[in-house]
Nanobody, 124 residues
Framework: QVQLVESGGGLVQPGGSLRLSCAAS????????IGWFRQAPGKEREGVSC????????YYTNSVKGRFTISRDNAKNTVYLQMNSLKPEDTAVYYC?????????????????WGQGTQVTVSS
């Protein structure tokens, strides 16, 4: 049974950092792309970043480039999202998801398994 469990969210001041984790079970990361998405109240779900485990290719949406870093630990079957220089507009529920294949891109319909989400709040 495929399962994705996010953790690491919380409340942080602007300019601060958080590291989100996405623990996967029921499959191995080697053959799939994992993406991070976020959804703020009243807004559509937005793709943040994704990583293809086979060659460690990564992709970021423009608003997080240079601030967020996605990585994976295949031995732990876990994907991470290191978020630095956080801004209030980064506030959202963050989800990790498994793509149906090992392509790159952040179109939500390409992702077929989703975690339950973790709340990130950036506020002073």
């Amino acid at each position: 049974q495929v399962q994705l469990v996010e953790s690491g969210g919380g409340l942080v001041q602007p300019g601060g950092s958080l590291r989100l984790s996405c623990a996967a079970s029921g499959f191995t990361l080697d053959y799939y792309t994992i993406g991070w998405f976020r959804q703020a109240p009243g807004k559509e779900r937005e793709g943040v970043s994704c990583i293809r485990s086979s060659d460690v290719s990564t992709y970021y949406t423009n608003s997080v480039k240079g601030r967020f870093t996605i990585s994976r630990d295949n031995a732990k079957n876990t994907v991470y999202l290191q978020m630095n220089s956080l801004k209030p507009e980064d506030t959202a529920v963050y989800y990790c998801a498994r793509r149906r294949d090992y392509g790159l891109g952040l179109y939500p319909d390409d992702y077929i398994y989703w975690g339950q989400g973790t709340q990130v709040t950036v506020s002073s």
